[in-house]
């Protein structure tokens, strides 16, 4: 019988918890399951982001599902739709009959939209990078970005310093001579001028619209940094989220939206206090001054490390140029084999706008 795909509902829900029976008894390396009860909505109606949980049906089994956030798009001067698919999951991690699962997933996605996309997924050479790439997308790390503002509690709490005894020692050593903060010091210095203030708002105002009309050109593929979308991408009712806004001579030239976090015992990055970037904006040359007045912010706030994932060149250039140095990055892009060929064409690969933001970048630096 031929698999079919339908949007979650309430009729589904048994069928849904015997797919997560199965999947624990057969110990699937899965991080997560299917809901049993009914999510409540996310956004309501008429909000510019929406969310679809999809279910794989095979007869009235439930074989897999996938989730999907359907956003206002910008690809290559135009209006579209972005749709991005997350926590995808196939019963065939649990049993190889249905390995189909997974593979026609890929093609169900593709077949939603022009622009369709995922974020996250870890290193390039997991299981579900290599389907994707199998399926005909495109594949590829969003650049890792760093500034180091406390060298001696970096040393001692960046986890991957702490694999080997040598590299402890390493470390310790380049702590206590102060040998790390002045090799810190050196490679990230800022090489660019500032032009500009920034000031911290707590609401996103129409200077955001403004910001995006002077940016979006400058953009081949994004999800619309417009005020009501950003609203809903970016509540500020978490007080660890912090939103800049960057002007010049009164106008607003740029904003960038943060969260500002005390972590405890975290995979990488132990217990340092961290401030992520999530997102930015601003006018082409105003990139750069955003980037250094982000980070002194943060850094004046008790961050001891700043970082940034974002896959637009001359997002990265701008973070170069505020000091900051590049890392190695898990946080892949997929893009399907329409959106991949409609960039290549264009020659916009390096001006696409997808960050920590586009993810769930902000829930595991929580």
Known sequence: M???FEIFAETHLPAAREFNRRMTEAHAPSDF????EMEQPRIGEGEPIQWRRYVVLDGEFVRGGVLAMEQPGWLNGQDTRALNFQSPL???????????????????????ADAVFMVGMGAIDRPLPKLLLAGGWSVRPVPFLFRVHHSGRFLSELQMLRTTAAKRIAAQVARITGLGAIGLAFKQRTSGPVRG???EVNTWGEWADEVWLQCRENCSFAVQRDRRTLESLYPLSDERTRLFLIERNGQPVGWSVCYHAALVNHRHFGNLKVGSILDCMAAPDAMATTAILTDRELGSMGAD?????????GWVEAYHTAGFLDGPSNYMLGMSKKLTEVLRDTGGEGQIHVTRGDGDGRIHLA
């Open 2 to 4: 031929p698999l079919r």
């Open 33 to 36: 399951l299917l809901p049993t």
């Open 90 to 112: 196939s019963e065939g991690i649990a049993d190889p009959k249905y390995s189909i699962v997974a593979m026609q997933m890929v093609k169900f996605m593709q077949r939603q």
């Open 197 to 199: 203030t920034v000031r």
């Open 305 to 313: 490390l700043v970082l940034i994932n974002h896959s637009h060149n």
